[in-house]
């Protein structure tokens, strides 16, 4: 046997080994009374969904719709991750914006995918690592690794998003409520004023508008104030936002008017969001001081200076 065929029979027993393992595994998860009733739920939660639920607020196409639902049940079939860690990620999943019933599923089966697909290029390049390329059982390591990094990646990635949805409805906030203020001194109540607030940033910041618009459906159909306004702090994880929350909460529970305390906050996020605009200007002047001597101080160097070598250079060729 030549050594190419010799690496290629190595790394298929690899792949093998790998997709062993996690068989065992889920063989292990599905057996015994709580494997069966683990999964015994997690059927009953797939038929109970249905075919038009997705993770976005977008009108899906019918491949898009069907690859989500494959992903979804490739999610509910993993015994990989339990009923705690699906939570959490159902908490990371709501505050990135997903709040489909689909949504931790689809999460779960792409993170699975993304450590296959990582621990399988691994597997096939892994002889062109220098050194250590030539040994199986580093390559077996190394795959096992890239295995469990691939799966870590999407929740990072998930973070980025959800990080950045949270930045755009802080820029937002205070023009929000000053709104809210608006509506409040013109005597409606909390719920309406939270969904005309919702209508008119919609044009300004679609994130912090649909947060809005849930926070006044929740007010209108249970009309357990308390909870929705906890929901809208715990889907936005924003400190502004708790502040809010709380001034709405102890405002409603001891009487005190909701206006001044509003005002009151309004006036304070408005001052913190223009410090932070200030202080990022105010960053800004060291941080230009290495782009200008990398690309625009060689410039004017050329600028200045390259008239009077090439007449030294000239000078020099006639002597």
């Not at 057996?31 to 009108?59: K, N, P, V």
């Not at 990582?118 to 892994?126: E, P, R």
């Not at 820029?171 to 203020?181: G, N, T």
């Not at 005309?196 to 159909?221: G, H, N, Q, Y």
């Amino acid at each position: 046997m030549n050594p190419a065929s010799f690496q290629t029979l190595v790394n298929l027993l690899m792949l093998s080994a790998l997709f062993g393992v996690l068989t065992l595994w889920w063989a292990m998860k599905r057996g015994g009374r709580r494997g069966r009733i683990a999964e015994r739920a997690r059927q009953a939660a797939l038929s109970q969904r249905t075919d038009s639920t997705s993770i976005g607020d977008g009108d899906d196409t019918r491949l898009r719709t069907h690859l989500l639902r494959r992903l979804a049940t490739l999610g509910d079939k993993l015994p990989l991750f339990d009923a705690k860690y699906r939570e959490t990620l159902k908490r990371k999943m709501v505050r990135g914006g997903y709040r489909g019933k689909r949504a931790v599923s689809v999460l779960l089966a792409v993170k699975f995918i993304a450590g296959l697909v990582c621990a399988a290029t691994t597997v096939m390049l892994g002889t062109h690592i220098p050194v250590v390329g030539g040994y199986p059982a580093v390559r077996g390591t190394l795959m096992l690794f890239v295995f469990v990094v691939g799966m870590i990646v999407p929740e990072y990635v998930l973070a980025f998003f959800a990080a950045r949805r949270r930045n755009a409805m802080a820029s937002c906030l205070p023009d929000a409520l000053d709104l809210l203020v608006i509506c409040t001194n013109a005597g409606n109540s909390l719920a309406v004023s939270i969904r005309r607030v919702a209508d008119e940033l919609v044009s300004i910041s679609v994130p912090l508008s649909d947060e809005f618009s849930l926070t006044a459906d929740e007010l209108k159909l249970s009309g357990d104030s308390t909870r929705a306004l906890l929901g809208l702090a715990e889907r936005i994880d924003l400190p502004s936002i708790r502040a809010l929350i709380s001034t709405l909460t102890q405002s409603m529970r001891y009487g005190t008017p909701i206006t001044q305390a509003l005002r009151t906050l309004s006036r304070t996020e408005r001052l913190a969001h223009i410090t932070s605009l200030e202080e990022k200007a105010a960053k800004l002047a060291p941080k230009m001081v290495v782009p200008m001597m990398l690309f625009i101080l060689p410039a004017v160097v050329v600028i200045a200076a390259g008239p009077a070598v090439i007449q030294l250079l000239e000078f020099v060729a006639k002597q």
